[in-house]
């Protein structure tokens, strides 16, 4: 597996002309808000969505203006959920550094995500680029539909694989499969390209969902920064306790949603359940679907000639089921 | 002075239509938001915003589907500006019923804000709105960024008119320009008029605010359900106190945005800057510009052929400076 430092290579300067260009698209006469924006902006996370959205522009014609308005305006959305989410989450650390509610207040930082979320949706109108917003709408309505679905605390136990899988592609894939989309349509004029590149997308963002559903399962706090059992923390079900569920003994599923449901869950209860996912296959079944994504990621990529950007989103999709960060 | 019932009768009918047509755009797959969305609508405030859309629009032609796509977007956005702002002012109670984020919690309501915010913006988006977006662009980034604005703690005590002006016209004005101009937009091609329409929405804005801004100087909680001097308890520094402190003796001054700035207010301290504003002209001054900004908007309907539209459009003026409610 290429190391995600690799897998950008071949938009190295790229991807360094739209860090320029995303600062300059976030100056505003508002000292306050300049100053938040800067110091939010100054931690790079990933990057995957612009990194998505350059290797399709660069896969279906070429890396332009447009690529990184549509670079923009993903980015701008993305933070704007990460500001957002750490409000919800009274997360104290983004990126290693204090959150926005945490080093500001609550209330500058919806008022910052607002902000964002706002200019997400709009930079893309002063550049006339409807098409970029028509793709977005899907993905930014889908956003905080499927976090809502998730809440619903009369379903919360009782999900099912499909209504998991629906909350995901919200969640996470909706607005990979717009970045890939918004490369395609920068660079290219083919409705049945921007259609591949768009379900190309889907697929990568289910796969790097269900991997980050994984994390709570198989690795240890010291690689990704994050304590094992987090999300079970927070009762969130996700897969590998679905299916676990699902499969176990159903004594032990009952005892389990009970204990879920009902009480403060401690290390011991944590480790118990961890154990009981791995034993009933939680693990392995999430595993193969992740790859089962890729694999369809990989084969709409086949039609697309050979190129340094084929090659990049090929690992880029192997990256996303190994990666251990 | 017509109530606002009265003003509204040109438009009984289309309101109805246009309160279906709303009910409609809101509808949802997911359960949860289905029934926060019916929670929030079934109590309905002044309607101000369609109002406005739909008046432009019978003032500038004729009232369509095109104008309940652009009420429909500016009442989005403005019910999730209050949604967000009950989360971020911990506020109880919305038009009687309890807050969304006091009903729920603070999460749901950061997130069903977010989903009605894209939704608006989006909505148009579906039905082929680019102008209604243009528009709409300007008042959602500057209704964010004046908000940060007024909370710049280092400049917070220390803002001149100028400063406030454009607070005022970012947090309010923008937006109902924005409804003025839809309306426009949608009953009428000529672009001179749709200027004319968004600057007589922002005079008439100004002079909304500046009336609401008034209501902690001159109202009694029994009148319009908020306690008097509910701004300076939250030490919003509105023009009524600003123009006082500027014209006021300045040891009185000084003494006045010392306590303002280091204590929490008591009610005798309210009551005396309460008293120091009336003496010092803040309150007469905040009214004459209010009249001033609404023989602005009033001046700007002089070109137009008169109407029912134009006459509720000119005693919506009166009713915006003469309101205690």
């Known amino acids: 597996?290429?190391?995600?430092?690799?897998?950008?290579?071949?938009?190295?300067?790229?991807?360094?002309?739209?860090?320029?260009?995303?600062?300059?698209?976030?100056?505003?006469?508002?000292?306050?808000?300049?100053?938040?924006?800067?110091?939010?902006?100054?931690?790079?996370?990933?990057?995957?969505r612009p990194v998505l959205v350059l290797l399709s522009a660069g896969l279906c014609g070429e890396i332009s203006e447009r690529s990184y308005n549509g670079a923009s305006m993903v980015e701008l959305l993305h933070t704007a959920t990460l500001i957002h989410d750490d409000v919800i989450d009274r997360a104290k650390i983004r990126r290693g550094i204090a959150s926005v509610n945490s080093e500001w207040n609550n209330k500058i930082a919806v008022l910052v995500g607002d902000y964002l979320l706002s200019m997400g949706l709009l930079s893309s109108i002063d550049a006339d680029e409807f098409k970029f917003l028509k793709s977005t709408s899907k993905a930014v309505g889908a956003m905080s539909e499927s976090e809502l679905m998730s809440l619903d605390k009369s379903k919360k136990f009782k999900i099912d694989e499909a209504t998991y899988l629906k909350i995901i592609k919200g969640k996470t894939a909706t607005l990979m499969a717009t970045c890939c989309e918004i490369g395609a349509i920068s660079a290219s004029d083919d409705q049945l390209i921007h259609k591949k590149m768009e379900d190309f997308g889907m697929n990568l963002g289910m796969a790097f969902q269900l991997r980050d559903d994984l994390f709570d399962y198989i690795t240890k706090q010291s690689i990704i920064g994050k304590p094992v059992g987090n999300d079970l923390k927070e009762k969130k079900m996700t897969l590998p306790l679905l299916h676990a569920l699902e499969n176990g003994e159903s004594s032990?599923?009952?005892?389990?949603?009970?204990?879920?449901?009902?009480?403060?869950?401690?290390?011991?209860?944590?480790?118990?359940?961890?154990?009981?996912?791995?034993e009933y296959g939680g693990v392995d079944y999430t595993e193969n679907l992740a790859n089962k994504y890729i694999q369809n990621s990989k084969a709409l990529l086949s039609s697309f000639p050979e190129s340094k950007y084929k090659t990049a989103l090929i690992d880029l999709g192997e990256f996303v089921i190994n990666r251990s960060t």
């Open 1 to 48: 597996m290429k190391i995600l430092s690799e897998i950008k290579e071949p938009i190295g300067s790229e991807l360094i002309e739209f860090n320029e260009f995303f600062k300059k698209k976030l100056d505003t006469d508002v000292a306050l808000l300049n100053i938040i924006l800067r110091y939010v902006t100054k931690k790079k996370g990933k990057q995957i």
């Open 252 to 278: 032990f599923s009952k005892k389990i949603i009970k204990s879920i449901k009902n009480e403060k869950l401690t290390k011991s209860d944590i480790n118990y359940i961890i154990s009981f996912v791995k």
